[in-house]
């Protein structure tokens, strides 16, 4: 109450997190950034015809795929001369960067790595034109588990070219297909600058090596979020979490503002993974997510607002059909009910703007079009929808209801609660909290 500190906080956060949530479960690799999977996909579906016979393609995906093999293996085994053997010795630029790769992915700890090739993609003009016609350019899936974070594996996808020596096979360029990527496709946090990775209980933690203490403080601010979650979640969750706060604008992510007009800056993004990925695509279930940190703010990182993020991650994987009210809302339910855990701050001044300002203009459930046109009506409404709720059920029904809306969607409103979508909001507007 007497902490004007914290107040602004608890406001700034909600303001700054406007709209992070709309695309925290919404969005995930590939959905977003130009160039990405839809133009991959019409892109990429073929070398120049008549170059090589099947059976010669074949012959070059095995010959690829082992070498891929190899280096994978090599990774696991921490043997840098093995990671590097596919590597064209003669491009300094090449092999620093692969270097660097092989530094930052030893700092995860994998419990499985594995590459394989996938789709080829369109020749590279200047690649082909330097290196020659045996010139190939295909997509690389890397399906990893990091150690006590990712339940199976996940994937992510590369844009690798190679050619033809007398000795066979060697990895010539890794950057100049990534037009024809996913959207985080090679902008992993570890395909920028050299990095730490900072465990804390379940929380891996992902800054600059630069900014190694960044990383502790974001660690123990995590550690505390994740305690936030569980208390007022009431499902089991393990807790592990990915957050991702480097200096780079473009890791995993490039649109740091979203909503119409002059838009909203995305404090922090949940980012959805899948159970597979097929051209670029997310394919099957989610099975988990990272956060990943707006780098503008990554210093200013707060509690609150990884509250509202790892509430996303949390529930990410029982299902995509929760309307936006619910998600949003729970995710701000979860955040303001634990800034009051503190009896020295209050969310009173949201409460008042919430009831004077946006519910007498309430008229239905937020939708998608709520949110982008009017994100604090819409953040606010699901919030005080989402308070309703747990009034009434209570924090455990609550659960029950958002797993059951994540798995079959709004329709199971009455079922669960006994209201229409329409006695709801009424409800809503009429409650006091
Ligand atoms: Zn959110």
Redesign the pocket.
């Known amino acids: 109450m007497n902490h004007p500190k914290r107040l602004y906080a608890g406001v700034a956060a909600l303001a700054l997190?406007a709209s992070?949530?709309?695309l925290?479960?919404r969005v995930w690799p590939g959905g977003e950034a130009p160039g990405s999977s839809a133009v991959a996909a019409e892109a990429t579906p073929t070398t120049t015809p008549g170059q090589l016979s099947t059976s010669q393609e074949a012959a070059r995906k095995k010959a690829i795929d082992g070498l891929l093999a190899q280096r994978s293996a090599a990774l696991l085994k921490g043997d840098l001369k093995g990671f590097m053997a596919a590597v064209d010795p003669k491009q300094a630029a090449l092999v620093a960067r692969q270097r660097l790769l092989f530094t930052n992915l030893r700092k995860f700890g994998f419990t499985s790595l594995k590459y394989a090739t996938a789709d080829a993609f369109r020749p590279v003009p200047s690649l082909a034109e330097k290196f020659g016609s045996s010139t190939f350019s295909t997509r690389v899936m890397m399906s990893y588990q990091i150690r006590g974070l990712d339940p199976r594996p996940v994937h992510t996808d590369l844009g690798y070219t190679f050619m033809h020596r007398p000795a066979g096979w060697v990895l010539i360029d890794d950057t100049a297909a990534d037009e024809y990527l996913s959207g985080d496709g090679h902008h992993q946090p570890w395909d920028f600058t050299e990095i730490s990775v900072v465990r804390r209980g379940a929380v891996v933690v992902v800054v600059d090596k630069k900014e190694a203490g960044l990383g502790t403080k974001v660690a123990q601010v995590a550690e505390k979020a994740v305690k936030s979650v569980r208390k007022h979640w009431a499902r089991p969750w393990n807790g592990a979490v990915l957050v991702v706060a480097m200096p780079q604008g473009d890791v995993m992510s490039t649109l740091w503002t979203t909503g119409t007009g002059d838009g909203w800056t995305i404090a922090a993004k949940?980012v959805t993974l899948f159970e597979g990925e097929q051209l670029g695509r997310p394919v099957g279930r989610p099975i988990g997510s990272r956060i990943v940190v707006n780098p503008a703010l990554r210093k200013r990182l707060d509690k609150d607002l990884l509250v509202?993020?790892m509430?996303?991650v949390a529930t990410a994987t029982l299902g995509l059909k929760a309307p936006i009210w619910a998600?949003?809302g729970l995710?701000?339910y979860v955040r303001c009910r634990s800034i009051e855990d503190d009896p020295h701050w209050t969310v009173d001044p949201y409460r008042k703007q919430v009831k004077t300002k946006y519910l007498p203009k309430l008229k239905a459930l937020p939708s998608s079009a709520t949110f982008d046109t009017n994100a604090d009506l819409a953040y606010g409404s699901s919030w005080w929808i989402m308070e309703y709720l747990a009034d009434k059920l209570g924090e455990k029904k609550l659960a029950t209801l958002y797993t059951d809306l994540s798995q079959n969607g709004e329709s199971i409103l009455k079922k669960d609660t006994g209201l229409t979508t329409a006695q709801l909001v009424a409800q809503a507007k009429k409650f006091k909290g």
């Open positions: 997190v992070g949530a709309v925290a479960v949940a509202h993020e509430t996303h998600v949003e995710a701000e």
